[in-house]
């Protein structure tokens, strides 16, 4: 396991090429006036909307991450305009260096398909696959949506929604 300085934190966390986040030995003045020694220590991370995240803080500065950012940031670099993190085997909480790159929206949206993790179509309640949802976004304008609505058993609002890209505008 290879550890690194997470950038704009060094002296203080690393992370690991594993995902795991540490705070790193180091003085630290207290209340007092006093340096005081600080032994480093695993970071707990918590999920929040499926991603493991994590709390830096320092004096003035408290930054909320995702481990996965954490990952890519300390050992691939910035984030490249216009990309995002991609999970390469479909699981938020594998931050494994092997299975994260920086990629473009078109890419992760590829290996959401790939995994079966679309958005929308893991909710218990939605009637419509992303296949029928794009379907219908291409589908002539010479059919109404109550026609529609009624063929796929929704609402006509629902189909007007996919039709002008607010539902499943993603596809």
């Known amino acids: 396991m290879n550890w690194r300085a997470i950038p704009d934190w060094e002296g203080r966390y690393e992370v690991s090429d594993t995902g795991q986040v540490r705070s790193v030995d180091r003085r630290v003045r207290d209340a007092r006036g006093y340096d005081v020694f600080m032994r480093g220590q695993p970071i ?11 709390n830096l803080m320092r004096p003035g500065k408290t930054w909320s991450a995702k ?10 670099g910035q984030r ?10 479909g699981d938020r909480t594998d931050n494994r260096l092997e299975n994260l790159r920086w990629g473009t929206r078109e890419e992760n949206d590829a290996d959401r398909v790939k995994h079966n993790s679309l958005k929308g179509t893991n909710n218990a309640r939605v009637k419509l696959t992303a296949f029928q949802a794009f379907m219908l976004r291409e589908s002539s304008s010479e059919i109404t949506n109550g026609e529609l609505a009624r063929n796929f058993g929704v609402t006509s609002g ?14």
């Open 80 to 89: 490249p305009d216009g990309h995002e993190a991609r999970h390469l085997n």
């Open 44 to 54: 707990k991370s918590r999920l929040v909307r499926g991603y493991p995240q994590v």
């Open 158 to 171: 629902t189909i007007s929604c996919i039709r002008r890209g607010i539902n499943w505008g993603w596809l």
């Open 67 to 76: 481990v996965h950012t954490l990952v890519l940031l300390a050992f691939v």
